[in-house]
């Protein structure tokens, strides 16, 4: 599959939110996203709250208070596209506010409305990869110190050293076939508890 047929693919199963007055740009907007093949739904004013399954919200700012707007969008992983009747500095901060991915500016023309919706889109699902990426690394490093603590415990009650005390989680971990940070994790929380209720172990600990 080429990336334009993809891309294209991608902006036609969109579910697709306008929150724009009824008038002329807002019904060309429905028009022009429903001849692209959207599921497109239209709102004036804006909702209390916004549904989840949501791909793009195409949102004119500028008529409204921005706060309620930022309100309404957060949480929302959908990809916003704001739309502004003029360049100012209020523009522009909600623009920031909202966290748009797109903009299109009025009176709306269909040229442009593809670029920025697939950028927008595009914008989403990068962000999306980096956060998982970010995720992942965090969970990494929370593993690692996990570990590292759960190393210090036996050491200090069996007496052994680092390398020792590592080789005896791995193989634990081996054996149950769970993955290390588990046991690790299986470690700190029996010792936090028996320090909870003031006990303590004497002599070698069997993990």
Request: hydrophobic share 45%; glycine share 6%.
């Amino acid at each position: 599959m080429s990336t334009l047929k993809r891309i294209l693919d991608d902006l036609r199963q969109a579910r697709v939110l306008v929150l724009h007055p009824r008038d002329e740009d807002g019904s060309a907007l429905v028009d022009h996203l429903k001849r692209l093949g959207c599921d497109v739904k239209a709102m004036w004013p804006p909702p209390a709250t916004l549904s989840a399954d949501l791909d793009a919200i195409f949102l004119q700012v500028g008529d409204t208070a921005i706060d309620p707007l930022v309100s309404l969008l957060e949480g929302n992983k959908a990809a916003v596209i704001a739309i502004v009747t003029y360049e100012s500095p209020t523009s522009l901060k909600a623009i920031v506010d909202l966290n748009a991915h797109g903009v299109l500016t009025k009176p709306l023309r269909q040229l442009g409305v593809l670029t920025q919706f697939a950028l927008a889109r595009y914008r989403v699902g990068y962000e999306s990869r980096l956060a998982n990426k970010v995720r992942k690394l965090e969970d990494t490093l929370k593993g690692r110190r996990a570990i590292e603590k759960a190393v210090k415990i036996l050491t200090e009650l069996n007496g052994v050293e680092e390398d020792a005390a590592y080789k005896l989680i791995r193989d634990q971990a081996t054996s149950k076939r769970v993955a290390i940070v588990t046991v690790a994790e299986s470690i700190i929380s029996a010792s936090e508890a028996m320090r909870a209720f003031g006990l303590t172990v004497s002599g070698p600990l069997k993990v």
